[in-house]
């Protein structure tokens, strides 16, 4: 009896250590590793656009950024991005002058060039532009899931949907393709960047894009983008919506 | 011995089960448990301002709300604001008129209303006026490490330091003595809610004191707040700077 009791107590003494030794490694993971909280917070700096112009994911966030994109946390952001965004639309009372708009950007906005960034490092290779452009022109993003069921139910309500991308209009066939494998259809105008727009920022080209929908007498309600330079500068919407993108910044 | 074998094997098998469980639960547990993926979201959506007015923390983020203020998170996201505040503040050439301005907001900007929340549910409570104004009324907030640091840096630069709050006129006194018990001093001006501003939003309010200063002839380079209505409206900075804050949300 003495050695079943000395037995119990040995087990309950030794779980009791074990318990405590694992609860200190393991009760708050994600605090104990500094580049996890690290790089949280500099996906925050981001998505805020506190950190203002940045020039690639820095390399102690190269795996992190990995693992958000890929691990369930990206998808989740874009997925409470797009409800904010609904939520919004279904606010609005749409006129019957068919002049009631949303705005959509295209790359990480309604599709997604993970595939892309998956070969190519999530944002820790420097940009390659022809490498990049050779992707494009395959026109086989998938749609981001979020933004197709947002995109098509905001058609649904009545919104005149404008495509603003700083795409370039040599590269329009292959979007348009793209866009339609994807599942989008119907669009009121897809605006790429003309001659005339090259060398200018996105956040100037998008304003005088919008400006121009608003002279048209169109009101642009919503907004939705991955990148601050599709959301600011003048003519802006009356709400905007950022969608996450911690690989690239487009000033 | 065979007893001895048999209490080994015992201790193996409990401790093998009791890690399996455990792990289970623990290993990673910001995808693991849905709560977290969809509480990280949602806290994004707010610092983001894709939220746009919010009531209440969603009852199913109390803990994570709880654990992102006093795990450590909450202290890294103010850093790394201040860090791309103080970096915006270094690329600024000083006039030498005394017109460079930066802004601060005063609540979880310049000091921490932590002690309060700790006690009232972290924003799982409805405000309670009275209750917090009592708390004001103390003065016993303390600096938000981080933006003490940047304050202290900013006036040393040669910024004018301007205090824009939603505190009212007769909460002065006792915002002054708070101030100055969490090692803030030598600001420029100390803008309260007067009589007439009574009744107006945060950013109608805010934006009309900015206006006045830029007639005033001040350069507003940068505006650190926790509320996106401190940083929007009219008469903005050239830079704003979103402190975190999941706990509250101010018109």
Redesign the interface.
């Known amino acids: 009896m003495a050695?079943f009791q000395s037995?119990l107590l040995?087990?309950l003494l030794?779980?009791l250590i074990?318990?405590a030794v694992?609860q200190s490694v393991?009760?708050?993971?994600?605090?104990r590793n500094d580049d996890d909280?690290?790089c949280?917070?500099?996906r925050?700096?981001v998505?805020?656009?506190?950190?203002?112009n940045w020039m690639s994911v820095p390399s102690r966030c190269w795996s992190y950024v990995e693992e958000y994109m890929n691990?369930?946390?990206y998808f989740?952001?874009s997925?409470?991005?797009a409800s904010?965004?609904l939520?919004?639309a279904q606010s609005i009372e749409i006129g019957d002058n068919g002049k009631d708009a949303w705005i959509f950007d295209i790359d990480e906005t309604l599709v997604s060039n993970l595939p892309y960034y998956q070969l190519h490092g999530y944002g820790s290779e420097n940009f390659d532009e022809f490498s990049f452009n050779k992707w494009v022109e395959l026109g086989q993003a998938p749609a981001l899931p979020a933004s197709l069921k947002l995109y098509k139910k905001v058609k649904q309500m009545g919104f005149k949907v404008f495509l603003l991308t700083g795409r370039s209009e040599y590269q329009r066939s292959a979007t348009v393709k793209n866009l339609v494998s994807a599942g989008y259809s119907d669009w009121e105008r897809l605006i790429l960047r003309g001659i005339s727009d090259e060398g200018e920022s996105a956040t100037v080209f998008k304003s005088k894009k919008r400006s121009e929908l608003v002279e048209e007498g169109y009101r642009i309600h919503g907004n939705s983008g991955d990148q601050w330079s599709d959301l600011l500068g003048f003519a802006v919407a009356e709400?905007?919506?950022?969608l996450?993108n911690p690989i690239y910044f487009i000033p």
Chains 1, 2 share one sequence.
Not at 47 to 52: D, H, I, L, R, Y
Not at 239 to 242: L, T, V, Y
């Open positions: 050695a037995l040995s087990l030794f779980c074990y318990e694992s393991l009760r708050f993971p994600s605090y909280l690290f949280g917070s500099w925050l700096s998505e805020t656009n506190n950190a203002g691990g369930g946390k989740s952001d997925e409470i991005a904010d965004s939520a919004f709400r905007s919506f950022k996450p």
